[in-house]
């Protein structure tokens, strides 16, 4: 019997190690994953799966980062390996990545750290400097924390990864602009030229402008564009051009927008007067982009100062202007003209410590991450068929009959339109009066046209500005008594007057909003179109309005003494559906006449035309235009400083900065990318809760505990006690 007994164990040994095995077969080939975070934060956005489950050639990412890192960077390498897992698990066979050991020296996990380092810097990663905390000293090391995307023979790098904040945004637009910037590429009929206009006259005067290294330029940019040429298709053409030595290349530099420098003569160094350009022009087809080399810096005091971009930069900034010359992304129209607010405007007029308050250049560089911005003049050009958004912010000059119909027919033609749209148009005084000192600006009411569109459409911009008592509270300097100076005309948008059910709208929990005007949305016209409006986010019910004199100055700002002159107001609507055109049954508007031109020579079709004795104006076409539109949405937010640098951050984290990003996205059809967007916030508040909650909460987490082990203490001390009678009772009945 014992031999039996003794095989049956070792039966039940072996079955039970089979069972182990399957189990973890089970597991690596049926695993399923629980992402309990309320964004999703740890899990891939629809978006990315897309992305990486579609591509068609092979992409390899290499990930250098330094083992062992304290916190919280560690974390962050923790989170880059999770979800390059997460993005393998969802790809095809196309998609490869591998970490790379680039540890120092004196810390060396593998042979091979040294040649890892050395491909980091071959592929412009290069160590930062962080802080760690070690045996409580504050000390400073060097770490590799960057990846690079290889595509083809494309390439696309993330030079330093900080934080996982907004990591899965990063990737996911890098890889999908990858697949586009081989697409186009390929695509080329026409190689693109990049010229680089540098006068010989200019390597007299540099060395007294502090610009010793101009010389490298020209042997760098011939470098730079033969490696270039060899990763984009051999679809380029490179040329060193010499203004100085043709005048006929001085004026066309000029013509493209290229800086002319001019000197007098300077007899200490013997050298004569002249001049010279310098920059880079790229051109495809009709497409040109001029990028400037040289920066001419106006400091007090210091005086006049020159900075060149380094030689080592060409790279980058070349790869940058090509990918909006030849639109790998979509096209989006924004108006140029009707003196809308600028895109190119300069964040600072070379002036230390003074900004222009209109630039919007962190927008725009954040927009042209994912689109190609077409700005259009409508003037001078109808609104193309290529795009599917327009953008129309801060326009100060009346738009005709004409220009309103082209907006109005783009809508109904079933494509988008964004409006950031300003009721005042701040104008300063040229000269003050030297007793009543500088009066600050005064706000002039505007009125474009559109608003009337608008009004037809069911919406209306009313021309006030919002005042809150919930907003931005400017703290005082010590020399002022110290405190805080609450800025009404800037009300804090809290996360629960804004519109979270909407998925591009649904993360954020706070806005800042600056010189807004209230919305007022007509019912009647809305409901009787079956339009669908879905308010964005409101101010508070702490909220007045400021109309007719226009007075911003914070020192003579008072809220109204009765709740009853408060109320909330509507900031932001987005209009869905079949819009009315405002010119229906209307003759179709004329384009207003150019301004003449004294011409006296006539040309060939004019000349045939008096010889024909044709009257051209009896011939008449059909009308072209719409009355009624396909499916369409409109935007409208009354303050054009939401997509001001003031409001908008460079990185694109800040919740603003999200809001006006989402809109976009999800106007152009990619509500998924403005999801993914906004999943991890930097700025995520707790839920406001009155004073006697706070009270409540305090005192259950000072009393509570104490009090509950009291009572768990009390329990016990019962429940023995009982036991101790129950025993005393069994042996009194013995």
């Known amino acids: 019997m014992a031999p039996i007994k003794f095989s049956a164990k070792y039966i039940k040994f072996l079955i039970y190690i089979v069972v ?33 489950s579609t591509l068609n050639e092979p992409l390899s990412i290499k990930v250098f980062f330094t083992r062992d890192l304290p916190a919280p960077h560690n974390t962050t390498e923790q989170y880059l390996r999770d979800l390059m897992g997460e993005y393998a698990a969802y790809s095809n066979k196309y998609f490869h990545y591998r970490f790379y050991d680039v540890s120092p020296e004196e ?113 760098q940019f011939t470098e730079t564009m033969n490696k270039l040429n060899r990763k984009y298709y051999k679809k380029l053409t490179f040329a060193h051009l010499d203004p100085s030595a043709d005048p006929k290349l001085a004026e066309q530099a000029r013509a493209d927008g290229i800086m002319s420098l001019n000197w007098p003569a300077i007899a200490k160094a013997n050298i004569g007067a002249g001049s010279g350009e310098i920059g880079l022009v790229l051109k495809n087809g009709k497409k040109s982009r001029a990028v400037q080399l040289l920066q001419v810096l106006r400091l007090p005091i210091i005086g006049t100062q020159y900075q060149m971009v380094e030689p080592g930069e060409l790279e980058t900034i070349i790869e940058e202007n090509l990918e909006s010359l030849i639109d790998i992304n979509e096209n989006i129209g924004y ?66 009959d004409y220009e309103l119909f082209q907006i109005d027919q783009f809508l109904m033609k079933g494509k988008n339109i964004a409006l950031f749209i300003d009721s005042f148009k701040e104008e ?125 100055n914070p020192m003579f700002m008072r809220p109204p003494q009765a709740d009853a002159d408060m109320a909330q107001y509507a900031l932001a609507y987005m209009l869905e559906g079949s819009f009315p055109s405002y010119f229906a049954g209307k003759p179709m508007p004329e384009k207003p006449a150019a301004e003449p031109v004294d011409d006296k020579s006539e040309n060939a079709e004019d000349q045939a035309d008096k010889e024909n004795d044709v009257d051209l104006s009896a011939i008449k076409g059909s009308e072209q235009r719409l009355d009624t539109g396909a499916p369409g949405k409109i935007f409208v937010i009354g303050s054009a400083d939401m997509i001001r640098d ?89």
């Not at 690596?28 to 978006?47: P, V």
């Not at 009066?433 to 037809?456: A, C, E, R, V, W």
């Open 20 to 52: 182990v095995a399957l189990i973890n077969v089970a597991g690596i080939t049926l695993f399923f994953r629980l992402d309990l975070t309320q964004n999703q934060i740890y899990s891939l956005s629809e978006a990315s799966k897309k992305v990486v």
């Open 107 to 219: 810390g060396d996990l593998g042979g091979g750290s040294n040649e890892n380092r050395k491909l980091a810097n071959d592929y412009g990663i290069f160590p930062v400097q962080i802080q760690a905390i070690e045996q409580d000293e504050v000390k400073f090391r060097k770490a590799y924390m960057g990846l690079v995307m290889i595509h083809g023979d494309l390439m696309e790098r993330i030079a330093t990864i900080t934080g996982a904040d907004g990591l899965e945004y990063q990737l996911t637009t890098a890889i999908r602009k990858l697949n586009n910037k081989v697409s186009a590429f390929l695509n080329l009929k026409d190689k693109i030229s990049v010229d680089l206009y540098l006068s010989k006259s200019l390597e007299t005067i540099a060395p007294y402008m502090g610009l010793a290294n101009m010389t490298q330029l020209a042997p």
């Open 335 to 400: 108006l140029a003209d009707f003196g809308a607010l600028s895109l190119n405007a300069m964040p600072n007029n070379m002036m230390m410590g003074r900004q222009n308050p209109d630039a919007t250049n962190n927008f725009r560089q954040l927009l042209e991450q994912n689109y190609s911005i077409q700005q259009i003049k409508l003037k001078d050009e109808p609104l193309p068929e290529s795009i599917q958004c327009l953008m129309i912010a801060r326009p100060t000059e009346p738009l005709s």
């Open 428 to 552: 300063f005084q040229q000269q003050q009066n030297m007793f009543m000192g500088n009066q600050g600006p005064q706000y002039i009411p505007l009125d474009t046209g559109l608003n009337k569109l608008l009004s037809h459409y069911g919406i209306h911009v009313q021309p006030a500005y919002v005042l809150d008592e919930s907003c931005y509270k400017q703290r005082n300097p010590r020399q002022m008594g110290g405190g805080e100076t609450p800025i009404y005309f800037a009300p804090m948008i809290k996360g629960k007057n804004i519109n979270n059910k909407l998925d591009y709208m649904e993360n954020l929990k706070g806005l800042v909003a600056l010189k807004i005007s209230p919305l007022t949305l007509n019912s009647n016209t809305v409901s009787d179109n079956k339009i669908q409006a879905r308010q964005l986010f409101s101010s508070s019910e702490k909220s007045w309005l400021m109309k007719d004199r226009i007075n911003l």
């Open 646 to 734: 003031n409001l908008i951050d460079e990185s694109g984290r800040s919740p603003n900065a999200m809001m006006a990003l989402n809109v976009i996205d999800y106007l152009n059809g990619h509500g998924d990318i403005a999801q993914m967007r906004s999943k991890q916030q930097q700025f995520n508040p707790l839920h406001e809760t009155s004073g006697a909650i706070k009270s409540l909460i305090k005192t259950i987490n000072i009393a509570g505990l104490p009090l509950l082990t009291i009572v768990f203490g009390l329990l016990v001390w019962m429940r023995r006690r009982g036991r101790m009678k129950q025993i005393e009772m069994l042996f009194a009945q013995k």
